[in-house]
């Protein structure tokens, strides 16, 4: 016997066979004694309907009222899985945010979790009653409806999960697991077994859609067991997220992940001068773009240099209109950008104990004639930008190199 | 400035253009400087998507968990208007039945208000802010999600007039009023301007669908004035449900009702003695029947004698299955049935001060060769049961000769 919360995305709600499929799977852990919380996305297509009717209504629209508009996706699979769990024979009730209740802050639309009273859920779980738990929304301290954002479901879960001191998290979705990097591009890819919360972190933020970067960190910081597994193949173990030092064989490489949502801008003879990085950096700030690698050449003369940064591709038009009008304090003489590059990542918590590990990258790029434009390091990644039409030929190379191809 | 809640039903928001209409109607009341409430219902077609999921997965769903699913639909209505409004300037907020709270039985399904608390949407309407409310749902004790039954929003916003002391409660629907009788049977039914409560209670019942029948018991009951008017057509000034004294000309017949959903048992040769009715009528009301007309023929013999009543044609073959079942206890020689048949009434609060309109009714039918098979009579109607086929000839020959005819 154990305490499990189960989370199904929106595909595994699509339509009522899955739903019927999805009560299968939560009655197997009933039967085993288990203490079983499902969480819920809205059946697949029906967020992105809510969503575009909002904003074909007003673009501009109060956020207070497209979270009661989208958080009813939710309430429906939450009820309808509960009547399909009851119809199999299994005791269950649905649960909204505002019930259980789950406390978010008064961000509407993306709300952050800021509390969880698991004092009802508790006592109907050890009741034996499944609890259908409908997930990315919560109840704001207006007491209306909150959501967590788009992917907010899985936060949702392991917040919960959390909560609930839950033996394991559970998240269900139409992938069997981590793998070393996407199938899609390198067949020989393997299943990871285990992956340390910091590696999945990395990799769900350097591009890897498998889990929401805020429900890595949650479970990371409140150290819970997170497994990923698919919800149409019954035999997968799936993928076990867990602390370091769970993992016994460690590569100096776990897995390799990639983004084509990159592009590049470059400040040309820019003043070489203290202050310069504030006068580009605050205005794209003010703007909302994020930034990501940067890096700034040796200046020849000591008094002008080159200056090289990358954004999403999403924000590129935003970021040059924000450098144009910054163009006085900063000083540059032109700007070019680019929106034809990709950023390709190594991770792996081995790094830490393996030297040389980046030096195989560049060596490996090298011999296949990818030049690397920018390079971003931390204690468990090596990020490069190299011109996006190299993407999968450096993807299977570096899969080669770090010898994680399945045999 | 009046402080108004006005009502727009499933067609009335069935789609975002229809939305946009309801909200600049909304928006005339705001201008003008009236506190207005407004609920909605859910997109038309929702309702019907929603309770065919929950009885796909279930015929014998958890009524609480329906309630869930289905409450959803007024909720994204609800939340969609709201945004509608602010973006024509309009300061609007959405409320669901929680957040109100307008508390409801614990009857899941088809629960009965029991109390609303205006608190909140008083304050916010004296600030001149919208209210923008989810009909037909409500909470029940249990602080679950509870709805009202098919055509709940009404009852919803009638009764919540009443809670605010609202100087009108205007029901939008696709009709333009209450009418004489239905124009697609008479070309020349007129729109009446007034109806009393009581009138309107009895074509309610009796067949006119334009308005739920509890939401005229809570009108009458708590005394609150009804308009009845169409969302398409800004000139038409609708039907006022009103007291029977605010009605100056009082005619003896006000309007014409007629039902198809009727059928007929017949139980021959019954023992005519004490006992008897409560042998046939029980069996029928444990099987949840509702008998509408009775009539029993004077014995011949004193001995034995027939019966004849009416059910819905829904619930025909469920009661002479219960009659079968009773048949012991009964003591009849055999039953006959028939589906093809119908119910036409004459209904007018004048009834009472004109003798002999029941007799004008007889004549009328027995001039056309109708044959009456049973009557039923109230204080203010008369009903008759007839063949099916000639409903439309009775109801246009009654029309004229109660002088209701528009010239």
Redesign the interface.
């Known amino acids: 016997m154990a305490r499990i919360v189960m989370k199904f995305g929106g595909t595994s709600v699509a339509d009522?066979d899955r739903?019927?499929h999805v009560a299968a799977l939560v009655k197997r852990h009933i039967e085993r004694g288990d203490e079983t919380a499902v969480v819920v996305s809205a059946m697949a297509g029906e967020t992105n309907k809510?969503v575009s009717?909002?904003r074909?209504?007003?673009p501009l629209?109060?956020a207070?009222?497209?979270?009661?508009?989208v958080?009813?996706?939710e309430?429906?699979t939450?009820?309808?899985l509960?009547?399909?769990l009851?119809?199999i024979g299994v005791d269950a009730?649905?649960w909204?945010g505002?019930?259980i209740p789950l406390r978010t802050s008064g961000m509407h639309g993306s709300a952050r979790i800021v509390g969880i009273d698991a004092t009802l859920l508790d006592e109907r779980l050890s009741k034996g009653q499944a609890a259908v738990i409908a997930g990315f929304q919560g109840v704001a301290p207006d007491?209306?409806?909150s959501t967590l954002g788009r992917g907010g479901s899985d936060t949702s879960a392991v917040a919960i999960a959390s909560a609930l001191r839950a033996d394991r998290c559970d998240i269900y979705t139409d992938v069997d697991g981590i793998y070393t990097t996407d199938p899609r591009i390198v067949p020989r890819a393997r299943l990871l077994p285990r992956v340390a919360y910091e590696e999945m972190l990395e990799m769900a933020s350097l591009g890897a859609k498998v889990l929401q970067t805020r429900s890595v960190e949650i479970a990371m910081l409140y150290q819970v067991p997170v497994r990923v597994l698919s919800t149409f193949d019954a035999e997968s173990e799936g993928t076990l997220l867990c602390d370091e030092e769970d993992i016994m064989e460690k590569k100096p490489v776990t897995g390799i992940a990639y983004s084509r949502d990159e592009a590049k801008i470059t400040l040309h003879r820019i003043p070489d001068q203290p202050g310069v990085a504030a006068a580009i950096f605050g205005p794209l700030a003010d703007a909302g773009v994020n930034v990501d690698m940067i890096v700034q050449n040796v200046s020849e003369d000591g008094r002008r240099t080159d200056l090289t940064f990358t954004v999403s591709r999403s924000e590129l038009s935003r970021s040059l209109d924000a450098i144009e009008k910054a163009a006085a304090a900063i000083g540059y003489r032109d700007v070019t950008s680019a929106a034809d590059v990709a950023k390709v990542s190594i991770i792996g918590i081995g790094m830490r104990a393996h030297p040389g590990v980046a030096q195989t990258m560049f060596l490996t790029l090298a011999e296949k004639g990818i030049n690397i434009q920018v390079i971003s390091t931390s204690e468990i990644k090596v990020s490069v930008l190299i011109p996006e039409e190299y993407v999968e030929l450096a993807v299977r190379a570096l899969h080669s190199a770090y010898e994680l191809d399945a045999e």
């Open positions: 009522l739903i019927r809510l009717w909002a074909e209504l007003s629209h109060d207070r009222e497209y979270d009661v508009v958080a009813a996706g309430q429906i939450a009820g309808l509960a009547i399909a009851s119809a009730r649905s909204l505002w019930q007491d209306r409806i």
